[in-house]
């Protein structure tokens, strides 16, 4: 069974930055694919970042592009997103999701996956 944990969520003011983590067991996912969504109140759950593993090949959301890095962690199966210059509007829980098929556009979509717990992160005015 997959378990995917994240962790680095906090409370910081506009312009700050934050470094998310997110550690997947339970399958390889050497194949896959790995990435980040967020979610905020009263809102829908949505794409933030992506990292196709065998090439390495990132995805972003055109919001956090150049603000956010998404890059494979320094332990297998694991997944870190920078989040630098942050906004208020960044504000919502973020989870994590890894699956093994490296499918991009049913990633991005949330259709496929294993989710974290989420992480809740705070960017204040």
């Known amino acids: 069974q997959v378990h995917l944990v994240e962790s680095g969520g906090g409370l910081v003011q506009t312009g700050g930055s934050l470094r998310l983590s997110c550690a997947a067991s339970?399958?390889?996912?050497?194949?896959?694919?790995m990435g980040w969504f967020r979610q905020a109140p009263g809102k829908e759950r949505e794409f933030v970042a992506s990292?196709?593993?065998?090439?390495?090949?990132?995805d972003y959301e055109d919001s956090v592009r150049g603000r956010f890095t998404i890059s494979k962690g320094s332990a297998e199966n694991t997944v870190d997103l920078q989040m630098d210059n942050l906004r208020p509007e960044d504000t919502a829980v973020y989870y994590c999701?890894?699956?093994?098929?490296?499918?991009?556009?049913?990633?991005?979509?949330?259709?496929?996956?294993?989710w974290g717990q989420g992480t809740q992160v705070t960017v204040s005015s």
């Open positions: 990292i196709t593993w065998s090439s390495g090949i990132t």
């Open positions: 339970g399958r390889s996912f050497s194949g896959g694919i």
């Open positions: 999701n890894a699956d093994h098929r490296a499918w991009v556009l049913a990633f991005r979509r949330g259709q496929i996956g294993s």
